[in-house]
């Protein structure tokens, strides 16, 4: 018999979906001066923060209308799609605005490898201090 | 009988405990022009990202000293004790370094009425967009 025309390996990524928007949200997204918002990608599912980085408004409305993330890269000065070429795709459950409008949170399902560009799922792998906390019985 | 001295309402707050840290880590942490780096805090039994805030040297350097967040206000210009009067203190469990050095998450147990000025747990209660995401078996 033939193997099947298609891999799992050979196949396209999934397409995403343009999300739904609050357009009264989006009027209200401040970004700094130099035209930036920070975004926190979070992982929907383990909820594990991945990485930071920064949204222009193409970037913020590319997302919305793509359901991917795109970033402003600062050092190389582009609009950046996540994972275009590893793989490493994120695609959004959900984008929040924080209280006063200047950074965001990005729920997504991240496929491929992780976030990292080292190979790490979040790009937050070293621990710099730690401590005991005080836990609340909330 | 008499009443207990000390109620619930009029105790002074938990106080934190000095963090240990990687200092060969702490040397990674790269403060942008302006001498800040950003801060994701984040609740480290819910995991919701609760806020995220500015850190100086010296607000990082007493977050560690203290076990509690200290942010650098940009609006005040000012060190900032998070919850020194409402009483909504967060006490670190981990601060992690980001793989570029340039951005820090902070899980921490989240104490009073939560993270945000407007009384809210989280200052990302707002919904700016929603998709379905890819989910993925992993």
């Known amino acids: 018999m033939a193997e099947p025309a298609s891999t799992s390996e050979g196949s396209p990524p999934p397409a995403g979906v343009p999300l739904s928007v609050e357009t009264d ?14 975004a926190v990608v979070q992982d929907a599912v383990g909820l594990t923060v991945l990485t930071v980085a920064y949204m222009n408004r193409e970037s913020l409305q590319r997302t919305i209308d793509t359901g991917r993330t795109w970033f402003w890269s600062r050092s190389r000065a582009e609009l950046w799609p996540k994972g275009e070429t590893s793989g490493d795709r994120q695609y959004v459950r959900e984008i929040r605005l924080g209280c006063e409008g200047n950074s965001l949170v990005v729920l997504v399902d991240q496929h491929g490898q992780g ?11 070293r621990r710099l201090a730690v401590g005991p906390g005080v836990p609340t019985d909330r």
């Open 25 to 38: 949200l989006l009027d209200l997204v401040r970004f700094d001066a130099a035209g930036l918002i920070p």
């Open 115 to 125: 976030a990292c560009h080292t190979g790490s799922w979040s790009c937050f792998d």
